[in-house]
Protein backbone atom coordinates (compact mmCIF):
# COMPACT_ATOMS: atom_id res chain seq x y z
CA UNK A 1 0.00 0.00 0.00
CA UNK A 2 1.34 2.91 -0.86
CA UNK A 3 2.00 5.90 1.72
CA UNK A 4 0.15 9.08 1.08
CA UNK A 5 1.17 11.20 4.15
CA UNK A 6 3.30 14.41 3.64
CA UNK A 7 4.71 17.34 5.05
CA UNK A 8 3.55 20.47 4.21
CA UNK A 9 5.82 22.61 2.90
CA UNK A 10 6.81 25.69 5.33
CA UNK A 11 4.81 28.52 3.20
CA UNK A 12 2.07 26.33 3.29
CA UNK A 13 2.22 25.67 7.35
CA UNK A 14 2.51 29.08 7.76
CA UNK A 15 -0.17 30.77 5.69
CA UNK A 16 -2.59 27.75 7.61
CA UNK A 17 -1.40 29.14 11.26
CA UNK A 18 -1.64 32.39 10.14
CA UNK A 19 -5.32 31.75 9.78
CA UNK A 20 -5.28 31.90 13.66
CA UNK A 21 -3.57 34.74 14.23
CA UNK A 22 -3.96 37.35 11.45
CA UNK A 23 -7.78 37.33 10.40
CA UNK A 24 -8.14 41.00 9.55
CA UNK A 25 -6.04 44.08 9.25
CA UNK A 26 -6.73 44.82 12.52
CA UNK A 27 -4.93 41.91 14.03
CA UNK A 28 -1.83 42.72 12.03
CA UNK A 29 -2.26 45.88 13.79
CA UNK A 30 -2.50 44.48 17.63
CA UNK A 31 0.98 42.38 16.83
CA UNK A 32 2.69 45.33 15.32
CA UNK A 33 1.95 47.62 18.17
CA UNK A 34 2.78 45.26 20.88
CA UNK A 35 5.83 44.43 19.17
CA UNK A 36 6.63 47.65 19.44
CA UNK A 37 5.64 47.82 23.13
CA UNK A 38 7.84 45.20 23.87
CA UNK A 39 10.65 46.68 22.07
CA UNK A 40 11.06 49.07 24.79
CA UNK A 41 9.41 51.93 22.53
CA UNK A 42 8.25 55.51 23.93
CA UNK A 43 6.98 56.47 20.94
CA UNK A 44 5.25 54.33 18.33
CA UNK A 45 2.93 55.56 14.90
CA UNK A 46 0.65 53.43 13.06
CA UNK A 47 0.29 54.67 9.41
CA UNK A 48 -2.72 53.03 7.32
CA UNK A 49 -3.78 53.05 4.45
CA UNK A 50 -7.34 51.69 2.76
CA UNK A 51 -8.37 50.57 6.10
CA UNK A 52 -4.98 48.71 6.03
CA UNK A 53 -6.02 46.56 2.91
CA UNK A 54 -3.02 48.55 1.29
CA UNK A 55 -0.95 49.22 3.59
CA UNK A 56 -0.20 48.53 7.69
CA UNK A 57 3.02 50.16 8.93
CA UNK A 58 4.15 50.21 12.82
CA UNK A 59 7.35 52.97 13.52
CA UNK A 60 9.05 52.42 16.64
CA UNK A 61 11.96 53.62 18.57
CA UNK A 62 12.33 50.49 20.19
CA UNK A 63 15.95 48.78 20.70
CA UNK A 64 15.84 47.34 17.10
CA UNK A 65 16.95 44.17 15.77
CA UNK A 66 20.57 42.71 14.50
CA UNK A 67 21.19 41.36 11.07
CA UNK A 68 20.85 38.09 11.82
CA UNK A 69 17.09 38.66 14.73
CA UNK A 70 15.83 40.62 11.42
CA UNK A 71 15.90 37.42 9.91
CA UNK A 72 15.00 35.08 12.24
CA UNK A 73 11.49 37.01 13.71
CA UNK A 74 10.16 35.74 10.79
CA UNK A 75 10.81 32.28 11.17
CA UNK A 76 7.71 30.52 12.81
CA UNK A 77 7.72 30.08 16.75
CA UNK A 78 10.91 32.48 17.00
CA UNK A 79 10.77 34.59 19.88
CA UNK A 80 13.39 36.52 22.20
CA UNK A 81 11.01 36.79 24.81
CA UNK A 82 10.41 32.60 26.47
CA UNK A 83 13.04 30.33 26.32
CA UNK A 84 11.58 27.35 28.84
CA UNK A 85 8.31 26.34 29.53
CA UNK A 86 8.88 27.71 33.21
CA UNK A 87 8.94 31.30 31.37
CA UNK A 88 5.76 30.88 29.97
CA UNK A 89 3.94 31.06 33.84
CA UNK A 90 5.90 34.44 34.01
CA UNK A 91 4.86 36.29 31.29
CA UNK A 92 5.78 40.09 31.57
CA UNK A 93 5.71 40.83 27.71
CA UNK A 94 2.50 41.28 25.35
CA UNK A 95 4.24 38.51 22.60
CA UNK A 96 5.61 35.10 23.39
CA UNK A 97 4.66 32.82 20.84
CA UNK A 98 7.38 34.19 18.07
CA UNK A 99 4.19 33.70 15.89
CA UNK A 100 2.74 36.77 14.22
CA UNK A 101 5.43 37.92 12.42
CA UNK A 102 5.40 34.70 10.63
CA UNK A 103 1.92 35.14 9.99
CA UNK A 104 1.83 38.44 8.64
CA UNK A 105 5.13 37.31 6.19
CA UNK A 106 2.62 34.21 4.75
CA UNK A 107 -0.03 36.80 4.04
CA UNK A 108 1.26 40.49 2.77
CA UNK A 109 4.32 41.70 1.74
CA UNK A 110 6.47 42.73 3.91
CA UNK A 111 9.22 45.65 4.28
CA UNK A 112 11.11 45.90 7.34
CA UNK A 113 13.55 48.63 8.11
CA UNK A 114 15.21 47.80 11.81
CA UNK A 115 18.37 49.65 13.87
CA UNK A 116 20.03 48.67 17.12
CA UNK A 117 20.92 51.99 19.48
CA UNK A 118 24.79 51.12 18.75
CA UNK A 119 24.96 50.21 15.03
CA UNK A 120 25.94 52.37 12.97
CA UNK A 121 24.08 50.74 10.01
CA UNK A 122 20.38 48.92 9.96
CA UNK A 123 19.38 46.05 8.05
CA UNK A 124 16.59 46.65 5.49
CA UNK A 125 14.24 43.49 4.07
CA UNK A 126 11.66 42.35 1.74
CA UNK A 127 9.95 39.47 2.00
CA UNK A 128 7.63 37.92 -0.18
CA UNK A 129 5.22 34.79 0.54
CA UNK A 130 6.92 34.27 3.80
CA UNK A 131 10.59 34.39 1.62
CA UNK A 132 13.15 36.97 1.56
CA UNK A 133 13.64 38.73 -1.19
CA UNK A 134 16.02 41.06 -0.90
CA UNK A 135 18.33 41.97 2.33
CA UNK A 136 20.41 44.74 2.41
CA UNK A 137 22.24 47.37 5.01
CA UNK A 138 20.86 50.54 5.72
CA UNK A 139 20.68 53.93 6.86
CA UNK A 140 17.70 54.17 9.12
CA UNK A 141 16.29 55.60 12.40
CA UNK A 142 17.01 54.02 15.60
CA UNK A 143 14.41 51.59 16.37
CA UNK A 144 12.29 49.49 14.03
CA UNK A 145 9.71 49.78 11.20
CA UNK A 146 7.65 47.32 9.30
CA UNK A 147 5.40 47.83 6.79
CA UNK A 148 2.82 45.36 5.56
CA UNK A 149 1.28 45.70 1.92
CA UNK A 150 -1.80 44.45 0.68
CA UNK A 151 -2.79 41.90 2.95
CA UNK A 152 -4.04 38.79 1.67
CA UNK A 153 -2.98 39.10 -1.75
CA UNK A 154 -1.94 35.77 -1.86
CA UNK A 155 -5.50 34.23 -0.26
CA UNK A 156 -7.94 35.60 -2.37
CA UNK A 157 -10.88 33.78 -0.54
CA UNK A 158 -9.77 35.60 2.83
CA UNK A 159 -9.33 38.86 0.98
CA UNK A 160 -12.93 39.17 -0.50
CA UNK A 161 -13.88 38.11 3.32
CA UNK A 162 -12.66 41.33 4.72
CA UNK A 163 -15.73 43.88 5.17
CA UNK A 164 -15.73 47.05 4.18
CA UNK A 165 -13.21 50.04 4.74
CA UNK A 166 -15.35 51.33 7.40
CA UNK A 167 -16.13 48.39 9.08
CA UNK A 168 -11.96 47.39 8.82
CA UNK A 169 -10.83 50.99 9.96
CA UNK A 170 -13.17 50.67 13.11
CA UNK A 171 -11.61 47.18 13.89
CA UNK A 172 -8.48 48.70 13.19
CA UNK A 173 -9.39 52.19 15.63
CA UNK A 174 -10.49 49.79 18.51
CA UNK A 175 -7.31 47.79 18.72
CA UNK A 176 -5.18 51.12 18.02
CA UNK A 177 -6.87 52.45 20.92
CA UNK A 178 -6.70 49.62 23.55
CA UNK A 179 -3.02 49.39 23.16
CA UNK A 180 -2.50 53.08 23.54
CA UNK A 181 -5.07 53.18 26.62
CA UNK A 182 -2.65 50.31 28.13
CA UNK A 183 0.35 52.33 27.92
CA UNK A 184 -0.04 56.07 28.48
CA UNK A 185 3.63 56.74 29.15
CA UNK A 186 3.99 56.04 25.53
CA UNK A 187 3.19 58.03 22.56
CA UNK A 188 1.20 57.16 20.06
CA UNK A 189 0.19 58.48 16.65
CA UNK A 190 -2.51 57.01 14.13
CA UNK A 191 -2.48 58.34 10.17
CA UNK A 192 -4.43 56.94 7.91
CA UNK A 193 -4.83 57.63 4.20
CA UNK A 194 -2.65 60.90 5.23
CA UNK A 195 -4.97 62.25 7.77
CA UNK A 196 -3.37 61.79 11.10
CA UNK A 197 -6.76 60.49 13.77
CA UNK A 198 -5.19 60.66 17.32
CA UNK A 199 -1.73 62.17 18.18
CA UNK A 200 -1.78 61.26 22.18
CA UNK A 201 1.45 62.74 23.91
CA UNK A 202 3.04 61.03 26.65
CA UNK A 203 1.19 61.49 29.91
CA UNK A 204 -0.65 60.22 32.81
CA UNK A 205 -3.60 57.52 32.58
CA UNK A 206 -6.27 60.07 33.21
CA UNK A 207 -4.85 62.31 30.64
CA UNK A 208 -4.97 59.30 28.30
CA UNK A 209 -8.32 58.32 28.68
CA UNK A 210 -9.47 62.18 28.10
CA UNK A 211 -7.08 62.19 25.38
CA UNK A 212 -8.92 59.10 23.76
CA UNK A 213 -12.46 59.08 24.93
CA UNK A 214 -13.25 62.93 25.35
CA UNK A 215 -12.75 66.05 27.48
CA UNK A 216 -16.24 65.18 28.99
CA UNK A 217 -14.88 62.97 30.99
CA UNK A 218 -12.67 65.54 32.61
CA UNK A 219 -13.69 66.40 36.34
CA UNK A 220 -15.94 63.29 35.61
CA UNK A 221 -13.66 60.47 36.26
CA UNK A 222 -13.46 58.37 39.77
CA UNK A 223 -10.31 57.17 40.93
CA UNK A 224 -10.02 53.04 41.76
CA UNK A 225 -7.40 51.28 43.77
CA UNK A 226 -6.73 48.42 45.77
CA UNK A 227 -4.37 45.86 46.65
CA UNK A 228 -4.13 42.65 48.19
CA UNK A 229 -1.70 40.50 48.39
CA UNK A 230 -3.18 38.49 45.67
CA UNK A 231 -4.18 41.49 43.04
CA UNK A 232 -3.86 45.13 42.60
CA UNK A 233 -6.70 47.26 40.83
CA UNK A 234 -6.19 50.49 39.45
CA UNK A 235 -7.69 52.96 36.78
CA UNK A 236 -10.80 54.57 36.81
CA UNK A 237 -14.89 54.72 36.39
CA UNK A 238 -16.63 57.58 35.42
CA UNK A 239 -19.04 59.51 37.55
CA UNK A 240 -22.39 57.64 37.03
CA UNK A 241 -24.06 60.87 35.49
CA UNK A 242 -21.50 59.88 32.16
CA UNK A 243 -23.46 56.86 32.11
CA UNK A 244 -23.85 55.96 28.26
CA UNK A 245 -26.67 54.11 26.42
CA UNK A 246 -23.78 52.93 24.35
CA UNK A 247 -21.04 50.97 24.96
CA UNK A 248 -17.78 51.21 24.20
CA UNK A 249 -15.84 53.31 26.93
CA UNK A 250 -14.92 50.22 29.16
CA UNK A 251 -11.68 48.53 28.99
CA UNK A 252 -10.36 45.81 31.19
CA UNK A 253 -6.77 44.92 31.23
CA UNK A 254 -4.51 42.25 32.76
CA UNK A 255 -1.13 42.75 33.34
CA UNK A 256 -1.76 45.65 30.68
CA UNK A 257 -3.54 42.95 28.24
CA UNK A 258 -6.54 44.24 26.63
CA UNK A 259 -9.39 41.40 27.68
CA UNK A 260 -12.88 40.95 27.26
CA UNK A 261 -15.06 39.53 30.41
CA UNK A 262 -18.67 39.91 30.74
CA UNK A 263 -17.84 38.08 33.94
CA UNK A 264 -15.80 41.25 35.35
CA UNK A 265 -18.15 43.73 33.21
CA UNK A 266 -20.83 42.32 35.12
CA UNK A 267 -19.34 42.74 38.68
CA UNK A 268 -18.86 46.22 37.66
CA UNK A 269 -22.40 46.85 36.63
CA UNK A 270 -22.99 45.21 39.88
CA UNK A 271 -21.10 47.96 41.52
CA UNK A 272 -22.95 50.72 40.14
CA UNK A 273 -26.27 49.20 40.30
CA UNK A 274 -28.87 51.59 41.27
CA UNK A 275 -26.68 55.09 40.73
CA UNK A 276 -27.15 54.76 36.77
CA UNK A 277 -30.22 53.59 34.65
CA UNK A 278 -30.46 49.73 33.99
CA UNK A 279 -29.67 50.38 30.31
CA UNK A 280 -26.42 52.06 30.50
CA UNK A 281 -23.04 51.46 30.60
CA UNK A 282 -20.28 53.34 33.10
CA UNK A 283 -16.86 54.37 31.70
CA UNK A 284 -14.34 52.12 33.22
CA UNK A 285 -10.71 51.77 32.68
CA UNK A 286 -9.24 49.31 34.69
CA UNK A 287 -6.22 47.46 35.14
CA UNK A 288 -5.85 44.22 36.93
CA UNK A 289 -2.25 43.32 38.03
CA UNK A 290 -1.66 39.67 39.72
CA UNK A 291 1.07 37.28 39.33
CA UNK A 292 1.44 35.99 35.97
CA UNK A 293 1.57 32.53 37.37
CA UNK A 294 -2.39 32.58 38.48
CA UNK A 295 -3.75 33.90 34.88
CA UNK A 296 -3.67 31.40 31.60
CA UNK A 297 -2.89 33.56 28.14
CA UNK A 298 -2.62 30.98 26.33
CA UNK A 299 -6.70 30.03 25.90
CA UNK A 300 -6.25 31.62 22.62
CA UNK A 301 -4.05 32.77 19.94
CA UNK A 302 -5.30 37.11 19.85
CA UNK A 303 -4.75 36.26 23.94
CA UNK A 304 -8.48 38.28 24.34
CA UNK A 305 -9.95 35.73 26.74
CA UNK A 306 -7.61 34.51 29.98
CA UNK A 307 -8.65 32.03 32.12
CA UNK A 308 -8.00 33.08 36.06
CA UNK A 309 -7.18 30.52 38.26
CA UNK A 310 -10.21 32.25 41.09
CA UNK A 311 -12.59 34.34 39.31
CA UNK A 312 -14.72 34.35 42.02
CA UNK A 313 -12.10 36.33 43.82
CA UNK A 314 -11.56 38.14 41.46
CA UNK A 315 -14.95 39.39 40.87
CA UNK A 316 -15.54 40.08 44.41
CA UNK A 317 -12.17 42.15 44.45
CA UNK A 318 -13.30 44.38 41.51
CA UNK A 319 -16.63 44.51 42.66
CA UNK A 320 -15.40 45.97 46.13
CA UNK A 321 -13.11 48.33 44.48
CA UNK A 322 -15.42 49.85 42.33
CA UNK A 323 -17.91 50.57 45.40
CA UNK A 324 -15.40 51.88 47.70
CA UNK A 325 -14.42 54.53 44.69
CA UNK A 326 -17.99 55.40 44.04
CA UNK A 327 -18.65 55.17 47.70
CA UNK A 328 -15.99 57.77 48.19
CA UNK A 329 -17.12 60.84 45.44
CA UNK A 330 -19.59 63.10 47.10
CA UNK A 331 -22.20 64.49 45.09
CA UNK A 332 -21.57 68.00 44.24
CA UNK A 333 -22.15 69.78 40.97
CA UNK A 334 -19.19 69.09 38.58
CA UNK A 335 -16.64 71.84 37.80
CA UNK A 336 -15.39 71.28 34.28
CA UNK A 337 -11.82 73.08 34.76
CA UNK A 338 -9.19 70.49 36.42
CA UNK A 339 -7.30 68.09 34.50
P1 LIG B 1 6.64 37.37 19.73
O1 LIG B 1 6.26 38.80 19.86
O2 LIG B 1 5.58 36.44 20.21
O3 LIG B 1 7.99 37.06 20.29
P2 LIG B 1 6.71 37.97 16.88
O4 LIG B 1 6.58 37.08 15.69
O5 LIG B 1 5.71 39.03 17.05
O6 LIG B 1 6.73 37.02 18.15
O7 LIG B 1 8.15 38.61 16.88
C1 LIG B 1 9.31 37.75 16.84
C2 LIG B 1 10.51 38.43 17.49
O8 LIG B 1 10.95 39.50 16.66
C3 LIG B 1 10.24 39.06 18.83
O9 LIG B 1 10.37 38.10 19.89
C4 LIG B 1 11.30 40.14 18.90
O10 LIG B 1 12.54 39.62 19.36
C5 LIG B 1 11.47 40.54 17.45
N1 LIG B 1 10.71 41.79 17.13
C6 LIG B 1 9.49 41.85 16.55
N2 LIG B 1 9.08 43.12 16.40
C7 LIG B 1 10.06 43.89 16.90
C8 LIG B 1 10.24 45.32 17.06
N3 LIG B 1 9.31 46.20 16.66
N4 LIG B 1 11.42 45.75 17.62
C9 LIG B 1 12.36 44.87 18.03
N5 LIG B 1 12.24 43.53 17.91
C10 LIG B 1 11.11 43.03 17.37
MG1 LIG C 1 4.72 39.69 18.82
Same mark, same amino acid.
Do not use: W
Given at each position: ???????????????? $????????? #??? =?????????? $?????????????????????? !???????????? +????? #???????????????????????????????????????????????????????????? +???????????? !????????????????????????????? =?? *?????????????????????? /??????????????? !???? =????????????? /???? &???? $????????????????? &????????????????????????????????? $????? !???????????????? *??????????? #???????????????
Amino acid at each position: MADIINLLPDNIANQI $AAGEVIQRP #ASA =VKELLENAVD $AGATEIQLIIRDAGKELIQVID !NGKGMSETDARM +CFERH #ATSKIKTIDDLFQIRTMGFRGEALASIAAVAQVELKTRMHNAELGTYLEIDNSVIKKQEP +CQTAEGTSIAMK !NLFFNVPARRNFLKSNAAEMRHVVDEFIR =VA *MAFPQIQFSLNSNSQNLFYLEK /GSLKQRIIAILGQHY !NARL =VSVKESTDYMDVH /GFVG &KPET $AKKTRGDQFFFVNNRFI &KSPYLHHAIMNAFAEMIPADSYPLYVLFIDLDP $AHVDI !NVHPTKQEIKFDDEKV *MYAFVQAAVKH #ALAQFNITPTLDFEL
